[in-house]
């Protein structure tokens, strides 16, 4: 048999392309993907409906419908198409996908990658909740309820496409209508949009879609890098259990709400909405009530804040719920090889204390998974609630926001190890009849393994007779005991003038 040598080349140079070809349209998958999900959220600004108006100026806007979903992004290789979830899980096999690989092949494409919103579809059409879409995933029964709704392209034929928002979004917007537009599909569709060339027009789609269908929300493009995320505002009767003080009185309040067995969530903070006028009759108020803790929560500062017995009740206000940290946020928090082994994103967990009546202080008891809000706004106080459960119910932010699993056991901090000081240092000086002391110490907690407390604490401790607040606490968490030597060095630098006595 005659062997073709020539032949023999060209087709195993044609492999070597091919398979060069996959490789590098998967590492650009790779890298876009995980691009896209770190910076979409820096992108977006949060509105609700009452603001449009004020906050938007007449241009022409593209406008999407939101989906209450889950983020996927989607490449198909070629051959077959796989998605990949917030925490990077890649999931296939989904009829979903099988429809997108059709879809690609059939457009004559080498491979591409997609970013939708994965959601679950009744024959009605009526809004599901991203709650749908997590029992459809763990039902394989419910696999052909699910819909990929394609909002984005991150490449074509290993080409970029649009990189957050760098490309005007209706050229892309009717690439995606060109893929998956031309003829009507049930497992995957072009995002619906519509056109707006004012904010009144943007206000007739806000009435249509949200107030009218139910949507979750709008996505408002426009030819700036940033995207305005529009929903509507939810308010939640919330219990106050803490504050901080700044200039004018009362900075931030911290705000809970109630779980069935009487224990409080902490879920946010803030002061927004607060007058002048209030801000010093709460300060006046709240100090009144002032108790102990053995867990200290702090502000965007790092300062911690005073604890209060539970009296007060708030309506506060908030436009967008999450149950995830961002990739930046977990960093900050957790050592990098954390973020690596769970994923691109993990679940935000709240922690679960109690009041004591008798001993009139708070005992923390765990974290567990929960929420975190954006744009909180103090409404108004509630004189006609209670801090109960019936009052302040869990449920008013889990219906909003379904909390992530729990993905390791609680642990119940009568169960951990104790923390140990490592380092400790206090200072004080006398100066006009007025006592100062610092104190900084850093803890070694030796509850990292639990994967919900850091590894490192620095605790800083700032007291005054001269001050109307005479304590006042920083504490600093890290993976790094030699960062938190350092901050602490560096404040010590700073703090600690002529006049110190080191004690």
């Known amino acids: 048999m005659k062997i073709d040598l020539y032949q023999n080349l060209l087709d195993a140079l044609e492999i070597a392309d091919v398979m060069h070809e996959d490789s590098r349209s998967l590492c650009l998958f790779n890298e876009l993907s995980q691009d896209y999900k770190q910076n979409l959220s820096k992108n977006f600004l949060l509105l609700h409906g009452n603001e449009i108006s004020q906050k938007l100026v007449d241009q022409e806007f593209c406008v999407t419908r939101k989906i209450d979903g889950e983020l996927r992004t989607i490449f198909f290789n070629g ?273 679960i204390i109690m009041y004591s009546p008798i001993t009139k202080e708070y005992d923390f008891l765990k974290k567990s998974p929960g929420v975190s809000t954006y744009s909180l706004q103090i409404l108004r106080l509630r004189d006609d609630k209670n801090p109960i459960y019936e009052d302040t119910r869990v449920e008013q932010i889990s219906d909003i926001c379904p909390f992530s699993e729990e993905n390791f056991p609680s642990v119940k901090i009568e169960n951990l190890p104790k923390s140990e000081i490592l380092y400790k240092s206090v200072y004080k000086k006398i100066n006009n009849a007025s006592l100062y002391v610092k104190k900084f110490v850093i803890l070694k907690t030796n509850k990292e393994n639990t994967k919900k407390f850091s590894k490192y604490l620095l605790h800083i401790s700032d007291f005054s007779t001269g001050r109307k607040e005479c304590i006042q606490k920083v504490v600093i968490p890290s993976c790094s005991y030699q960062q938190l030597f350092e901050i602490m060095q560096r404040r010590i630098r700073k703090e600690i003038k002529t006049g110190w006595i080191l004690c």
């Open 79 to 351: 051959k077959e198409t796989v998605m990949r979830s917030s925490s990077n899980k890649e999931q296939k096999d989904f009829p979903c996908l099988e429809e997108i690989t059709k879809i690609c092949k059939a457009n004559g494409l080498k491979n591409a990658a997609f970013v939708g919103e994965l959601n679950f579809v009744l024959e009605n059409n009526k809004r599901t909740r991203v709650t749908d879409v997590i029992h459809a995933l763990a039902n394989k029964e419910l696999h052909s309820k699910l819909r990929l709704s394609i909002f984005d392209i991150l490449f074509i034929d290993s080409k970029a496409i649009n990189k957050i928002n760098t490309k005007p979004y209706k050229e892309v917007h009717n690439k995606i209508v060109e893929i998956f537009g031309k003829e009507k599909n049930f497992f995957v569709e072009p995002i619906q949009m519509e056109i707006a060339s004012t904010t009144e027009e943007v206000i007739k789609i806000y009435k249509k879609w949200v107030e009218q269908e139910k949507a979750e929300g709008l996505v408002v493009h426009s030819d700036t890098q940033f995207l305005w995320k529009i929903k509507p505002l939810h308010t939640i009767d919330a219990v106050a259990l803490g504050y901080t003080v700044g200039e004018q009185g009362v900075r931030d309040i911290l705000f809970a709400v109630t779980e069935k067995d009487g224990t409080y969530r902490l879920f946010a903070h803030g002061g927004n909405g607060l007058t002048y006028e209030q801000r010093e009759y709460y300060l006046e108020k709240f100090n009144e009530i002032k108790c102990s803790t053995n867990y200290y929560y702090t502000d965007s500062r790092n300062v911690a804040f005073f604890m209060i017995k539970p009296k007060y009740v708030f309506e506060v206000g908030a436009i967008d719920f999450s149950a995830e940290k961002s990739l930046y946020a977990t960093i900050q928090e957790r050592s990098l090889a954390e973020v690596k082994e769970d994923g691109l994103y993990s679940p935000k967990y709240n922690p």
